[in-house]
């Protein structure tokens, strides 16, 4: 089996600083994405791509940017922290058509 | 546009006491429907999905789902419900490719003893 692996699992930043979260995935997976969830909230799209080097914008893609430089991996950029956000950040992949998104465990972000 | 709607942001129901979770959505066209399940901590773990054919959907753990066109709805179901089904359930829908998801905001089980 595989895994999607997200690191760090933990991230404090500060106000203005920009933050860098990776995820990896060993499923030779064609897409993946990023999410944002929020307490209380569903997911909502950040950015997600569709082979190597594709990017495409999700509904939330102000304020991030994202890099897809190998299939297996997807990093995501918060450009400029802002104070008391908190959130989880959630990667998922899946193959094409039919097959099911699979979920890595999240980052947890807290700016002060 | 497509939307999810999860009506109850949060269900507390007794153990061994059956249950349903609801859900509805927009979209002009057949979806693919889904519901995931997230435990504290964790990513979301697929319940079960929807493509196109029978409307009663079964998923895991004795969870199952009924798509209603005529509804818009895709209500989850379980018959007995135990405490460690105590965690949140997303409903989501899929179009187009399935390359992208849409989800609801989520409703937390809470089970009574």
């Known amino acids: 089996g595989g895994i999607i692996t997200q690191t760090p699992k933990f991230l404090i930043g500060q106000e203005g600083q920009k933050l860098t979260l990776k995820c990896q995935q060993n499923?030779?997976?064609?897409?993946m994405y990023w999410y944002r969830q929020d307490s209380g909230k569903g997911l909502r799209l950040i950015y997600y791509?569709?082979?190597?080097?594709?990017?495409q914008k999700g509904d939330l893609s102000e304020g991030y940017d994202a890099s897809r430089e190998k299939k297996s991996s997807f990093s995501l950029t918060v450009t400029s922290a802002q104070k008391n956000e908190m959130a989880v950040f959630l990667c998922?992949?899946?193959?094409?058509?039919?097959?099911?998104?699979?979920f890595g465990s999240g980052t947890r972000l807290l700016v002060i | 546009a497509q939307s999810v709607t999860q009506p109850d942001a949060r269900v507390t129901v007794s153990e061994g006491a059956s249950l349903q979770l609801r859900c509805k959505y927009s979209?002009?066209?057949?979806?693919?429907l889904f519901w995931y399940v997230q435990y504290p901590r964790q990513g979301l773990q697929l319940l079960l999905k929807?493509?196109?054919?029978?409307?009663v959907v079964q998923g895991v753990n004795g969870f199952e789902a009924e798509f209603s066109k005529s509804n818009s709805s895709f209500h989850l179901r379980k018959a007995s419900v135990h405490w460690s089904d105590w965690a949140v359930y997303f409903c989501?829908?899929?179009?187009?490719?399935?390359?992208?998801?849409?989800f609801g905001d989520g409703t937390q089980l809470v089970v009574k003893p």
């Open positions: 998922a992949s899946k193959a094409g058509g039919d097959s099911d998104y699979t």
């Open positions: 499923f030779n997976h064609d897409t």
């Open positions: 791509s569709i082979t190597e080097n594709d990017l």
């Open positions: 979209y002009f066209g057949t979806p693919y």
């Open positions: 929807y493509y196109p054919g029978d409307p």
């Open positions: 989501a829908v899929s179009i187009g490719d399935n390359n992208r998801i849409f």
